[in-house]
């Protein structure tokens, strides 16, 4: 047997942290002599603290690491949870990588003249056009590819004729932002015409007057673009009047290059 400062040594696991394993269920000495108090650890508890303590890195908590430890030698068990831990760990770094892309973008900006970093705001009018038209509720705003998903092999067997100029929108329909559940539609103008198929229709869009600015580069200017556009109308005597849209003239689609994507994003308005 070893005493608890033999065992803390041998474990790399301070006295304090094995009281608090002890206390909470997690590790417990193999004696505790009653006279004096003395805690005693056997060997063999050496490669359960070396667990534990792998379970710490990969970011268990102990009340999870508890559990996984009263399974004792289920595989199955354990190879779940390491599953679940795995997603995580995956999510959280797409998440960081997202917010290391905005500290990106903002030191970048700060590195560029002011002027240089001005969004070109203008009122333009486009005519009716006949598109094809897939309007969903999806997840988030950043599933838009399902919508494209759809509407292209849906449409695949018409072999549908691109208009031209050819418009792929996407037009926000919530009357504001919404964190799930969100009503999109996407919109493609085209030559011809054709019959509708389950979820894509086929329609004449109203001609439309709006506010209009082209975003080039990523979607993370998105915000500034919305700014500028937000000024120019207050500016200019404007209000705003319907759903916003953004057409997409460069998109994923065309280029897995973030920097090459052209955005085109749009605010119906009139006069006030």
């Known amino acids: 047997m070893l005493k608890i400062g033999d065992f803390s040594k041998l474990s790399r696991v301070s006295i304090r942290m094995l009281r608090h394993y002890d206390e ?33 890195e990969m970011g268990f908590g102990l009340s999870a690491i508890r559990e996984i430890m ?38 970048e900006r700060l590195r560029k003249d002011d002027e240089i970093m001005k969004y070109d705001v203008s009122l333009k009018t486009f005519p009716e056009r006949y598109a094809a038209t897939l309007r969903m509720h999806l997840p988030s705003y950043d599933q838009e590819g399902m919508l494209w998903s759809v509407l292209v092999s849906e449409t695949a067997p018409l072999k549908l004729v691109p ?8 037009v926000f329909h919530d009357k504001e932002y919404r964190e799930a559940d969100v009503d999109v539609e996407a919109q493609k103008t085209v030559k011809g015409k054709y019959p509708d198929t389950e979820h894509v229709k086929f329609k004449t869009l109203p001609e439309v007057t709006v506010a209009s600015a082209v975003c080039k580069g990523s979607y993370d200017q998105m915000n500034d673009i919305m700014a500028a556009v937000a000024s120019w109308v207050t500016d200019n005597g404007y209000e705003f009047d319907g759903p916003a849209f953004n057409i997409y003239h460069v998109s994923p689609h065309e280029t897995n290059n973030p920097d090459e994507f052209v955005t085109e994003v749009c605010y119906p308005v009139k006069k006030q």
Do not use: W
Request: hydrophobic share 35%; net charge negative; proline share 5%.
């Open 163 to 170: 208009d031209d100029p050819c418009y792929c929108c996407v």
């Open 70 to 107: 009263a399974y004792g030698g289920d595989r199955e068990m354990l190879e779940q949870q390491l599953r679940v831990r795995k997603a995580e760990l995956l999510e959280l770094a797409g998440q960081t990588e997202y917010r290391l892309r905005l500290l990106d973008t903002a030191l």
């Open 24 to 56: 909470i269920g997690l590790l417990s000495p193999i004696k505790v002599d009653p006279d004096t108090g003395y805690r005693y650890y056997g060997e063999s508890q050496l490669p359960i603290v070396a667990k534990i303590a792998s379970l710490k």
